[in-house]
């Protein structure tokens, strides 16, 4: 017999806060003060709806919305009546937003009304008669049934929250009431949060920052302040009067807003800690934005997979900018690193991490043999190389399989290049990371072939979302690629040819 009494779900931990303080502020989004109560009782009534319209336990509902109130509501909804929101990326093409519906098979997409317009549209590759689109208004105009629901718990599904995939199209990592109650926890014990600290949702709702800290955020009993996207002088007044816990900031946004910050001569009410990425930053760049909001900044080592963990123990002090940036083992997780034979490796030797712990996801979505070589052994492998120092800290080396960061965003080479070999006149592309200033790393693509830039620009445009597009086309001979003994690329002799 399995004992069911250990396994909590999200909505079952969220109504303990709404009984423990019904009226506290729950959200905030500058026009609507949401209490506890009220978003408990918003969240019922649109799981009701989700029931009445023909979904069920385990069923998908696809979410495609900028930052507003209701990317909360939906999700406490999903917990609620065990259905699985599979949050959309609402600045994807057609392409690739038709790829992440179809991978998920959702029975009812919603989304706000201005996209709700777009993807209605006849030319849309999403227009279909099959799945029916509607706005969270529309659904709440049915009449709710929550009597052929039963919550969410345990190994359940919660979100669905898409990466890029090595070939190309975005893989779907599906996140359990296990996993986000753990990473609830991770918060806690990672950036040492105060009981009730408050979280501003400014980052997208379809990445992890926003998704898993506001639900965190909600299970402690804070305020999450929800604003679309990165407003500079909204966030300034958010700071001047309310504490918060962790901050986000990230590459493309830290230089402009410790300007900002420094003109508007903001006396932060009181952060914890800002940040991720560091070692996207430039290191001026972070004493900078430490020095703005008096506040540390976390040298942080996750992924949508993992949650906070496997390394994000360790911060940047105010106004330092240092050489170098070591990482600290998380809490609550184990962590091996390994060769290519998942051997254990000696301290000082990189080796692949992998790591196991509660608050890893549960797999991709319909993707089993990625599935089975990424968990092998019983262990979640990253794709990423460190090295174990002798005090213990944790050094990173370099990407198993080649990526771009770029301003919070995961790029893989193979989605650029397939599009640009889709011209008739490219014989090769190759798209390689250039260090930014602004955004960590950007995309570079070289071609060998006679299309014109303009053309290949189109193309990018038409087909990738726009922190894809490479800055810069770079036309070579054939001849001048480098390759290895066995024919591959050389990608990091590209790189160097950027820096030199």
């Given at each position: 017999m399995t004992l069911s009494a250990g396994q909590p779900?999200?909505?079952?931990?969220?109504e303990s806060r709404v009984a423990d303080a019904p009226n506290a502020i729950a959200l905030d989004d500058g026009i609507t003060r949401m209490t506890y109560q009220e978003l408990a009782a918003r969240a019922l009534n649109v799981a009701g709806c989700m029931i009445a319209v023909g979904l069920r336990h385990g069923d998908r509902v696809a979410w495609l919305s900028r930052n507003s109130i209701d990317c909360v509501v939906v999700e406490l909804a999903a917990a609620r009546c065990g259905v699985i929101c599979a949050a959309l990326?609402?600045?994807?093409?057609?392409?690739?937003?038709?790829?992440?519906?179809?991978?998920?098979?959702?029975?009812?997409?919603?989304?706000?009304?201005?996209?709700?317009?777009?993807?209605?549209?006849?030319?849309?590759?999403?227009?279909?008669?099959?799945?029916?689109?509607?706005?969270?208004?529309?659904l709440c105009d049915l009449e709710p049934n929550l009597l052929a629901s039963r919550e969410g718990r345990g190994e359940d599904g919660l979100v669905i929250l898409y990466t890029s995939g090595t070939t190309g199209l975005p893989k779907g990592a599906l996140v359990s009431h296990r996993a986000t109650v753990a990473r609830a926890a991770a918060f806690v014990s990672d950036l040492g949060l105060e009981p009730g600290a408050n979280f501003v949702a400014w980052a997208p709702f379809y990445h992890m920052a926003s998704t898993d800290h506001a639900l965190a955020t909600l299970l402690r009993g804070g305020t999450v302040f929800v604003v679309d996207g990165y407003q500079p002088s909204l966030l300034i007044e958010?700071?001047?009067?309310?504490k918060i816990g962790w901050f986000v900031v990230m590459p493309g946004m830290i230089a402009d807003f410790a300007k900002q910050c420094v003109a508007a001569a903001l006396q932060p009410k009181g952060i914890t800690c800002i940040g991720a990425m560091a070692d996207l930053v430039p290191r001026d760049d972070l004493a900078k934005i430490t020095h703005a909001l008096n506040a540390p900044y976390l040298n942080s080592f996750g992924a949508t997979e993992t949650g906070l963990p496997p390394a994000t123990r360790s911060v940047v002090a105010i106004g330092d900018a240092p050489d170098r940036l070591p990482k600290r083992q998380s809490a609550f997780v184990e962590i091996r690193l390994v060769d290519a034979e998942d051997r254990d490796v000696p301290i000082g030797e990189a080796g692949e991490l992998a790591l196991r712990g509660p608050t890893l996801f549960s797999g991709y979505w319909n993707a089993k043999e990625t599935n089975v070589y990424d968990f092998r052994g019983g262990w979640?492998?990253?794709?990423?190389?460190?090295?174990?120092?002798?005090?213990?800290?944790?050094?990173?080396?370099?990407?198993?399989?080649?990526?771009?960061?770029?301003?919070?965003?995961?790029?893989?080479?193979?989605?650029?290049?397939?599009?640009?070999?889709?011209?008739?006149?490219?014989?090769?592309?190759?798209?390689?990371?250039?260090?930014?200033?602004?955004?960590?790393?950007?995309?570079?693509?070289?071609?060998?072939?006679?299309?014109?830039?303009?053309?290949?620009a189109a193309l990018c445009k038409a087909d990738l979302s726009t922190y894809k597009w490479p800055r810069k086309f770079i036309f070579v001979e054939d001849t001048e690629l480098p390759r290895s003994t066995t024919g591959k690329i050389q990608r990091h002799l590209l790189e160097a040819r950027l820096s030199g």
């Open positions: 779900g999200v909505w079952g931990l969220f990326n609402w600045r994807l093409g057609d392409r690739e937003l038709a790829h992440c519906i179809s991978l998920v098979s959702p029975k009812l997409l919603l989304t706000q009304h201005d996209l709700q317009a777009s993807l209605l549209q006849p030319h849309s590759a999403l227009a279909t008669d099959e799945l029916p689109v509607m706005t969270v208004s529309e958010i700071l001047a009067q309310y979640f492998h990253m794709g990423d190389v460190m090295r174990r120092n002798k005090d213990g800290t944790l050094e990173y080396v370099d990407r198993v399989k080649y990526m771009i960061k770029s301003g919070g965003e995961n790029i893989y080479p193979a989605e650029i290049e397939q599009v640009l070999l889709t011209h008739p006149d490219v014989e090769q592309a190759i798209v390689v990371r250039k260090v930014d200033k602004e955004w960590g790393e950007v995309p570079v693509a070289f071609v060998v072939g006679i299309a014109s830039e303009h053309e290949l």
